[in-house]
């Protein structure tokens, strides 16, 4: 029986370094005026990406650095709206020490419901994405046509598939 009681204890403190619901609000009203930065073309939203900052697109061929996205974006930042994303969905994990966070989110985009995930890490009273990954949802019943799609699309483009 002390084992038990012991297990459950350990149990409930385990999921109570997760129950941090300050830092969960934090982490997505960072997350959040990150997406309004982009919608509403803000340069703001580069500084909310670390320097050596990775952001993987939904073409194959997007995976960036910050300055390289930032130079590549350009053209979308000088428009009113860059890009509008709307967290449909958001979960939000940490590290013990809560330096490093994590986070996956469902996404009401332009191009549809997306999914993305993302990696943070502390700065200063705020913090920075590390990593962010964006990828579009396909329902897996026309997940073949899709790769039909795709395939076609590359042998007739001569698409290699390689970084912009």
Not at 4 to 31: I, M, R, T, W
Not at 59 to 69: A, N, T
Not at 84 to 101: E, G, H
């Amino acid at each position: 029986m002390k084992r038990l009681l012991l297990a459950c204890l350990l149990l409930l403190s385990a999921l109570g370094a997760q129950a941090d619901p300050a830092l969960k609000q934090q982490v997505n009203a960072f997350v959040d005026r990150w997406h309004s930065d982009a919608a509403h073309a803000r340069p703001a939203y580069f500084d909310k990406i670390a320097k050596d900052g990775v952001y993987i697109g939904t073409d194959k061929g997007e995976h960036w650095r910050r300055d390289e996205f930032k130079t590549w974006a350009k053209p979308h930042f000088q428009r009113k709206s860059a890009w509008a994303f709307k967290a449909i969905r958001r979960n939000v994990y940490f590290s013990n020490d809560k330096a490093i966070i994590w986070f996956d989110e469902l996404l009401d985009t332009q191009m549809g419901v997306c999914q993305a995930s993302g990696v943070m890490r502390r700065k200063g009273d705020s913090f920075e994405i590390v990593h962010y990954q964006l990828s579009m949802a396909v329902p897996n019943e026309v997940g073949s046509q899709v790769t039909r799609l795709i395939k076609d699309f590359e042998e007739k483009e001569g698409w290699k598939g390689e970084p912009k």
